[in-house]
């Protein structure tokens, strides 16, 4: 019998990696692009899907950026963590 909040939480998982794997095809536009004539645009205004911050840059480009390196980190800890753990509880 399959439980619903670990499959929920395995998907969310998997959908988080594509996102970082298949991050700059994802994103409208780069992550670093500044277009200071639409700083502060909202999702609705055509600019980004989540819409800019002070220097014009898309948030979804930045927040997709960012969630690659955050998973980077997180999987090359856990990989850290385990060489040294297993053999230290051998």
């Known amino acids: 019998m399959r439980r619903p909040l670990i ?3 395995g998907g969310a998982l998997v959908l988080l990696a594509a996102c ?6 994802l994103a409208s536009r780069p992550y670093a692009e500044q277009d200071l004539a639409n700083s502060f645009a909202g999702p609705g ?3 980004g899907w989540l ?3 002070a220097l014009g840059r898309d948030v979804w ?3 997709l ?13 856990q990989l850290v963590v385990v ?3 297993v053999p ?3």
């Open 20 to 25: 970082a794997i298949f991050a700059p095809l």
């Open 65 to 77: 950026i960012g969630l690659r390196i955050s998973l980077a980190v997180a999987v090359f800890s």
């Open 51 to 53: 819409g800019t911050d």
């Open 61 to 63: 480009a930045r927040l």
């Open 45 to 47: 205004d055509g600019v």
């Open 7 to 9: 499959v929920g939480a």
């Open 88 to 90: 230290v509880g051998l």
């Open 83 to 85: 060489v040294i753990g």
